[in-house]
């Protein structure tokens, strides 16, 4: 039996440069003459993904509880394709994961409260259990003013800097907890030029781009 692929996941809040590094990570892998794609959640090309397109855009509105089940059931339509893909040695470099997920929601506040959750953390994590989990997460850690001066935000749901500075702390509990139960988490300074943050990408993901001989693990089992 050969190697398998690594499941490398980018995770971060927006304007943090994911986007670019992990296009940046893509080629240089196949420069390098490693089998790799780049997969980006949510896909919204899938008929959930449409679901989840129109509520980012505002088109629409769900209620929290079915929107976060959206993005989860967007994983999981998709989450035997990346298995048999690492299966065949092919590594794949993913633009948000689970831990989006967990984040946007978990960070979600009761309408008239300053911070009593609308979601219950646990509950936000269930519906991933099982899930591919990565051999990696590497958190882009961005400042708001560095954001800001990257242009700022833009129009779609969550762009706005109250929900970015909530979410960027449920990603530090969600950071722990993947840490704890065996998961490799790496938090990167994202305020660094695009060049010293794919250095730091590259050195944390060069060995396991050779191929990976464990059992590809199960997230928070
Ligand atoms: N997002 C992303 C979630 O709220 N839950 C999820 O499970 C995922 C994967 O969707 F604001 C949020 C994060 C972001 C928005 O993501 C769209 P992109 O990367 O900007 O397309
Ligand atoms: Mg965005």
């Known amino acids: 039996m050969g190697k ?35 997969i980006k ?26 929107i976060h089940l959206l993005f989860s059931a967007n994983r999981w339509e998709l989450a035997s394709s990346i298995e ?9 470099i993913c633009d948000r994961y689970a831990f989006s997920g967990i984040a946007f929601s978990a960070s979600k506040i009761r309408p008239g409260s300053h911070s009593y959750p609308l979601l219950d953390y646990a509950w936000c994590r269930s519906p991933d259990i099982g899930l591919p989990a990565p051999d990696i997460a590497i958190m882009l850690d961005v400042s ?30 969600i950071g722990e907890e993947f840490e704890g139960s065996g998961g490799k988490w790496l938090v990167v300074d994202a305020d660094e030029k695009p060049d010293e943050v794919q250095t730091v990408i590259w050195d944390a993901v060069k060995d396991l781009v050779k191929g990976i001989e464990g059992p590809l693990e199960k997230l928070w089992d």
């Not at 971060?12 to 780049?38: E, F, H, N, Y």
């Not at 959640?41 to 079915?66: C, N, W």
């Open 4 to 38: 398998r692929g690594a499941f490398i996941v980018i995770e971060g809040l927006d304007k943090s440069g994911k986007s670019t590094q992990a296009a940046t990570l893509l080629r240089r892998l196949q420069d390098s003459q490693v089998s790799a794609k780049l």
């Open 84 to 92: 048999e893909s690492l299966k065949q040695g092919e590594t794949i």
């Open 144 to 173: 708001q003013d560095v954001a800001q001066a990257r242009g700022g935000y833009g129009e779609e749901r969550y762009e706005k800097e109250d929900v970015q500075r909530r979410v960027r702390d449920v990603f530090v509990r």
């Open 41 to 66: 959640f949510p896909d919204r090309t899938t008929t959930i993904g449409k679901m989840v397109d129109s509520y980012l855009r505002s088109e629409s509105e769900l209620d929290d509880h079915v």
